[in-house]
């Protein structure tokens, strides 16, 4: 068993910056594929970022690409995404999640391993 647990989130303004953590308790995560979903009200769960296991390749959706960045620190079994330049449409409810995986995983239905979720409300 996996748990994750996501710090970071908050009430920021239009083009400020902020820094999502995901700490996993339980297994390392230097074995799994490490994905940061969103989902804002009334919509579904959208890919933001994924990082895969084999050689640390980051992959972004196009609505993010440039402004975001994951990352991750295997000693601290934490992975984070920064986001800069936020913009009112990121608001949303902020996910990370994990699965045993070498490569990159894009489908959120493919993740078995969920965090609670941290908020992530960009005013204009």
């Known amino acids: 068993q996996v748990q994750l647990v996501e710090s970071g989130g908050g009430l920021v303004q239009a083009g400020d910056s902020l820094r999502l953590s995901c700490t996993a308790a339980?297994?390392?995560?230097?074995?799994?594929?490490m994905g940061w979903f969103r989902q804002a009200p009334g919509k579904e769960r959208e890919f933001v970022a994924t990082?895969?296991?084999?050689?640390?390749?980051?992959y972004y959706a196009d609505s993010v690409k440039g402004r975001f960045t994951i990352s991750r620190d295997n000693a601290k079994n934490t992975v984070y995404l920064q986001m800069n330049s936020l913009k009112p449409e990121d608001t949303a409810v902020y996910y990370c999640?994990?699965?045993?995986?070498?490569?990159?995983?894009?489908?959120?239905?493919?993740?078995?391993?969920w965090g609670q979720g941290t908020q992530v409300t960009v005013s204009s």
């Open positions: 999640a994990a699965v045993l995986s070498l490569g990159p995983v894009f489908n959120h239905r493919a993740y078995g391993y």
């Open positions: 339980g297994r390392t995560l230097s074995d799994y594929a």
């Open positions: 990082m895969s296991t084999s050689d640390g390749s980051a």
